[in-house]
């Protein structure tokens, strides 16, 4: 299990892999908004479906704990504290993994606020689970986990893009 902290100033968290972003659209230069490429056009579906992208979106800004486990290894969040669950991603990984804040894809300019996931490539199922602890009406825990379930080939994907993941909200 690897851990993480990741701040957030865009609302969201993405997992991908540079690589395949880089295949997908041929070339990628310095400065380019693959956010808006992403929005405006199918290219967000279709990068996401090709488990390319892992995106974590519509979140409150904040520093978030990240964990990314594989199937099977023990959880560090209890079972009680997962409010939300969105499940499964298609993952494949050619080289390398990487986590960031959604902004990097709003200017492009490689391993700037990237952090490295280590796993081996191939294709995987992706689980992710929002947490958040609470005490006295006050939350004082609150993430992601990231779960991978090796696969033989790309899984299909059966997440939803409109799931709410946020986390920092306390239950009304």
């Known amino acids: 299990m690897q851990q993480f902290e990741v701040v957030v100033d865009f609302g969201g968290i993405v997992v991908f892999d540079d690589k395949g972003l880089q295949a997908y659209f041929g070339n990628i230069a310095e400065g380019d908004n693959l ?8 290219d967000g579906d279709k990068v996401v479906e090709q488990g390319i992208v892992i995106p974590i979106i519509g979140v409150n800004d904040s520093s978030y704990r990240v964990s990314v486990r594989m199937a099977g290894e023990p959880s560090i ?52 689970n ?28 059966s997440a939803s893009l409109q799931q709410n993941m946020q986390v920092l909200e306390l239950p009304g």
């Open 35 to 42: 956010y808006r490429r992403f929005t405006t056009t199918d």
């Open 77 to 128: 969040v209890p079972d009680e504290l997962i409010i939300v669950r969105n499940a499964s991603f298609p993952l494949r990984v050619t080289d390398r993994l990487i986590i960031a804040d959604l902004a990097v894809f709003l200017e492009w300019y490689p391993e700037e606020g990237w952090q490295r996931i280590d796993i081996a490539p191939g294709c995987y199922a992706v689980a992710v």
């Open 130 to 157: 929002g947490f958040r602890k609470v005490e006295n009406n006050v939350v004082v825990d609150f993430g992601f986990e990231i779960v991978l379930t090796p696969a033989d080939a790309l899984p299909p994907m």
